[in-house]
Protein backbone atom coordinates (compact mmCIF):
# COMPACT_ATOMS: atom_id res chain seq x y z
CA UNK A 1 0.00 0.00 0.00
CA UNK A 2 1.61 3.40 -0.86
CA UNK A 3 2.18 5.62 2.12
CA UNK A 4 0.27 8.58 1.77
CA UNK A 5 2.09 11.81 3.66
CA UNK A 6 0.54 15.71 4.42
CA UNK A 7 3.33 17.72 4.87
CA UNK A 8 2.13 20.31 7.33
CA UNK A 9 3.06 23.85 8.35
CA UNK A 10 0.63 26.45 10.59
CA UNK A 11 0.72 30.13 11.28
CA UNK A 12 -0.27 31.18 15.05
CA UNK A 13 -1.07 34.23 16.55
CA UNK A 14 1.50 33.85 19.31
CA UNK A 15 3.39 30.46 20.79
CA UNK A 16 0.96 29.47 23.46
CA UNK A 17 -2.87 27.89 23.10
CA UNK A 18 -3.04 27.53 26.71
CA UNK A 19 -2.97 31.42 26.34
CA UNK A 20 -5.65 31.68 24.13
CA UNK A 21 -3.50 31.79 20.76
CA UNK A 22 -5.10 30.76 17.82
CA UNK A 23 -4.18 29.13 14.16
CA UNK A 24 -4.38 32.39 11.51
CA UNK A 25 -2.87 29.78 8.56
CA UNK A 26 -2.58 26.50 7.57
CA UNK A 27 -0.63 24.85 4.30
CA UNK A 28 -0.77 21.25 3.58
CA UNK A 29 1.11 19.49 0.36
CA UNK A 30 0.21 15.97 -0.07
CA UNK A 31 2.67 13.20 -0.98
CA UNK A 32 1.51 9.39 -2.31
CA UNK A 33 4.65 7.30 -2.36
CA UNK A 34 6.96 10.03 -1.85
CA UNK A 35 5.64 12.08 -4.76
CA UNK A 36 3.77 15.11 -4.73
CA UNK A 37 -0.04 14.36 -5.77
CA UNK A 38 -0.53 18.11 -6.97
CA UNK A 39 -3.30 18.39 -4.02
CA UNK A 40 -2.43 20.70 -1.03
CA UNK A 41 -4.48 22.57 1.24
CA UNK A 42 -4.14 25.90 1.99
CA UNK A 43 -6.47 28.28 4.44
CA UNK A 44 -5.92 31.86 6.33
CA UNK A 45 -8.49 32.04 9.32
CA UNK A 46 -10.07 34.74 11.63
CA UNK A 47 -8.51 33.74 14.78
CA UNK A 48 -11.42 35.79 16.76
CA UNK A 49 -8.47 37.74 18.41
CA UNK A 50 -5.58 39.79 18.28
CA UNK A 51 -2.22 38.18 16.94
CA UNK A 52 0.51 39.72 18.88
CA UNK A 53 3.05 42.15 17.02
CA UNK A 54 5.96 39.31 17.54
CA UNK A 55 3.76 36.85 15.50
CA UNK A 56 3.63 39.42 12.77
CA UNK A 57 7.05 40.35 12.59
CA UNK A 58 7.61 36.91 11.91
CA UNK A 59 4.59 35.43 9.28
CA UNK A 60 3.46 39.25 8.08
CA UNK A 61 0.09 38.21 8.97
CA UNK A 62 -2.12 41.29 10.06
CA UNK A 63 -5.45 41.65 11.92
CA UNK A 64 -6.56 44.18 8.80
CA UNK A 65 -5.74 41.04 6.28
CA UNK A 66 -7.55 38.37 8.55
CA UNK A 67 -10.84 40.52 9.09
CA UNK A 68 -13.41 38.70 6.60
CA UNK A 69 -11.28 35.27 6.14
CA UNK A 70 -13.27 32.08 7.42
CA UNK A 71 -13.66 30.96 11.30
CA UNK A 72 -11.60 27.66 12.43
CA UNK A 73 -15.20 25.92 12.63
CA UNK A 74 -16.14 26.67 8.88
CA UNK A 75 -12.89 25.09 7.39
CA UNK A 76 -12.98 22.09 9.96
CA UNK A 77 -14.37 19.50 8.34
CA UNK A 78 -12.71 20.58 5.24
CA UNK A 79 -9.28 20.47 7.19
CA UNK A 80 -10.00 17.27 8.75
CA UNK A 81 -10.94 14.88 5.47
CA UNK A 82 -7.73 16.48 3.89
CA UNK A 83 -5.39 14.89 6.47
CA UNK A 84 -7.77 12.01 8.20
CA UNK A 85 -5.24 8.51 7.99
CA UNK A 86 -1.97 10.38 6.47
CA UNK A 87 0.77 10.70 8.49
CA UNK A 88 1.50 14.34 8.93
CA UNK A 89 5.49 15.43 8.41
CA UNK A 90 5.82 18.62 10.75
CA UNK A 91 8.92 20.56 11.76
CA UNK A 92 8.67 21.06 15.51
CA UNK A 93 5.23 18.74 15.30
CA UNK A 94 4.18 18.99 19.12
CA UNK A 95 4.08 23.47 18.31
CA UNK A 96 1.48 22.40 15.41
CA UNK A 97 -0.21 19.26 16.80
CA UNK A 98 -1.13 21.25 20.06
CA UNK A 99 -2.81 24.49 18.29
CA UNK A 100 -5.10 21.85 15.80
CA UNK A 101 -6.03 20.16 18.69
CA UNK A 102 -7.18 23.04 20.68
CA UNK A 103 -8.91 24.50 18.04
CA UNK A 104 -10.47 20.81 17.45
CA UNK A 105 -11.34 21.17 21.31
CA UNK A 106 -13.03 24.31 20.82
CA UNK A 107 -15.56 22.75 18.26
CA UNK A 108 -16.46 19.66 20.67
CA UNK A 109 -15.74 15.98 20.85
CA UNK A 110 -17.09 15.22 17.55
CA UNK A 111 -13.48 16.57 16.61
CA UNK A 112 -10.68 13.85 18.57
CA UNK A 113 -7.14 14.56 18.51
CA UNK A 114 -5.27 14.98 15.82
CA UNK A 115 -3.09 11.67 16.88
CA UNK A 116 -6.00 9.23 16.93
CA UNK A 117 -6.28 10.10 13.21
CA UNK A 118 -3.59 10.69 12.00
CA UNK A 119 0.75 9.34 12.27
CA UNK A 120 2.59 11.90 13.11
CA UNK A 121 6.59 12.15 11.99
CA UNK A 122 8.82 15.29 13.36
CA UNK A 123 11.23 16.27 10.99
CA UNK A 124 13.14 18.47 14.03
CA UNK A 125 13.21 15.24 16.40
CA UNK A 126 14.57 13.58 12.87
CA UNK A 127 17.32 16.23 12.55
CA UNK A 128 18.46 16.66 15.43
CA UNK A 129 19.42 12.26 15.89
CA UNK A 130 20.68 13.13 12.03
CA UNK A 131 22.55 15.98 13.18
CA UNK A 132 23.18 16.00 16.84
CA UNK A 133 24.67 19.61 18.14
CA UNK A 134 23.87 21.31 14.95
CA UNK A 135 21.28 24.13 14.37
CA UNK A 136 18.83 22.07 12.90
CA UNK A 137 16.01 24.95 12.31
CA UNK A 138 14.23 25.03 8.55
CA UNK A 139 16.40 27.43 7.18
CA UNK A 140 19.53 25.54 8.75
CA UNK A 141 18.50 22.11 6.90
CA UNK A 142 17.85 24.12 3.61
CA UNK A 143 21.25 25.20 3.96
CA UNK A 144 22.53 21.69 4.98
CA UNK A 145 20.44 19.53 1.82
CA UNK A 146 20.70 22.68 -1.30
CA UNK A 147 17.43 23.24 -0.87
CA UNK A 148 16.45 26.72 -2.30
CA UNK A 149 14.66 28.81 0.31
CA UNK A 150 15.54 31.91 -1.08
CA UNK A 151 11.62 33.28 -1.51
CA UNK A 152 11.27 32.81 2.10
CA UNK A 153 11.63 36.43 3.65
CA UNK A 154 9.02 35.95 5.95
CA UNK A 155 7.40 33.01 7.57
CA UNK A 156 4.43 31.63 5.33
CA UNK A 157 2.38 28.49 5.98
CA UNK A 158 2.19 27.04 2.37
CA UNK A 159 5.63 28.16 1.22
CA UNK A 160 7.21 25.97 4.41
CA UNK A 161 5.30 23.29 3.98
CA UNK A 162 6.56 23.03 0.51
CA UNK A 163 10.26 23.81 1.20
CA UNK A 164 9.77 21.33 4.49
CA UNK A 165 8.48 18.87 1.74
CA UNK A 166 12.19 18.95 -0.33
CA UNK A 167 14.03 18.94 3.34
CA UNK A 168 12.21 15.82 4.33
CA UNK A 169 12.66 14.10 1.14
CA UNK A 170 16.51 15.22 1.07
CA UNK A 171 17.59 13.71 4.61
CA UNK A 172 15.40 10.64 4.48
CA UNK A 173 17.28 8.98 1.66
CA UNK A 174 18.96 11.97 -1.11
CA UNK A 175 16.11 11.63 -3.08
CA UNK A 176 16.22 14.36 -5.63
CA UNK A 177 14.37 17.33 -4.33
CA UNK A 178 10.62 17.94 -5.63
CA UNK A 179 11.16 22.09 -5.42
CA UNK A 180 7.37 22.64 -5.07
CA UNK A 181 8.17 26.25 -3.64
CA UNK A 182 9.50 27.05 -6.98
CA UNK A 183 7.20 25.41 -9.22
CA UNK A 184 4.71 27.42 -7.81
CA UNK A 185 6.86 30.76 -8.03
CA UNK A 186 7.15 29.73 -12.02
CA UNK A 187 3.62 29.09 -12.10
CA UNK A 188 2.55 32.24 -10.84
CA UNK A 189 5.13 34.36 -13.12
CA UNK A 190 3.34 32.08 -16.20
CA UNK A 191 -0.24 33.34 -15.15
CA UNK A 192 0.77 36.85 -14.47
CA UNK A 193 1.41 36.90 -18.25
CA UNK A 194 5.45 36.05 -18.35
CA UNK A 195 6.28 34.34 -21.47
CA UNK A 196 8.44 31.33 -21.17
CA UNK A 197 12.08 31.62 -22.91
CA UNK A 198 12.65 28.80 -25.60
CA UNK A 199 15.83 27.98 -26.60
CA UNK A 200 16.42 29.77 -30.18
CA UNK A 201 18.27 26.99 -32.94
CA UNK A 202 19.11 24.10 -29.84
CA UNK A 203 22.62 22.36 -30.76
CA UNK A 204 22.02 19.09 -32.46
CA UNK A 205 23.77 16.76 -30.25
CA UNK A 206 26.30 14.02 -31.53
CA UNK A 207 25.61 10.31 -30.86
CA UNK A 208 28.48 8.59 -30.39
CA UNK A 209 27.87 4.57 -31.25
CA UNK A 210 30.02 2.19 -29.15
CA UNK A 211 32.91 0.40 -31.49
CA UNK A 212 33.58 -3.42 -31.83
CA UNK A 213 36.40 -3.35 -29.29
CA UNK A 214 34.36 -1.74 -26.86
CA UNK A 215 31.25 -3.86 -27.63
CA UNK A 216 33.33 -7.07 -27.27
CA UNK A 217 35.05 -5.41 -24.05
CA UNK A 218 32.14 -4.93 -22.18
CA UNK A 219 31.02 -8.18 -23.09
CA UNK A 220 33.71 -9.82 -21.46
CA UNK A 221 33.40 -7.54 -18.05
CA UNK A 222 29.78 -9.01 -17.52
CA UNK A 223 31.28 -12.50 -18.22
CA UNK A 224 33.77 -11.73 -15.43
CA UNK A 225 30.82 -10.04 -13.33
CA UNK A 226 28.83 -13.46 -13.86
CA UNK A 227 31.39 -16.20 -12.81
CA UNK A 228 32.54 -13.84 -10.25
CA UNK A 229 29.55 -12.99 -8.84
CA UNK A 230 27.12 -15.97 -9.99
CA UNK A 231 24.79 -13.41 -11.15
CA UNK A 232 24.68 -10.79 -13.90
CA UNK A 233 21.74 -7.80 -13.36
CA UNK A 234 22.97 -5.96 -16.77
CA UNK A 235 22.14 -8.02 -20.12
CA UNK A 236 24.62 -8.57 -22.88
Request: glycine letters at 8%; aromatic letters at 6%; hydrophobic letters at 40%.
Amino acid sequence: MIMRQVVLDTETTGIDPKQGHRIIEIGCVELEGRKPTGRHFHVYINPQRVVEEEAIAVHGITNEFLEDKPVFAQIADDFKAFIDGAELVIHNAPFDVGFMNHEFALLGKNYPPVEQFCGILDTLKLAREMRPGQRNSLDALCRAFAVDNSARELHGALLDAEILADVYLAMTGGQVKLDLANQRRQNQQQQSGDSIQRIQNPPTLKVLPATADEIEAHKARLALVEKEGGNCLWQQ
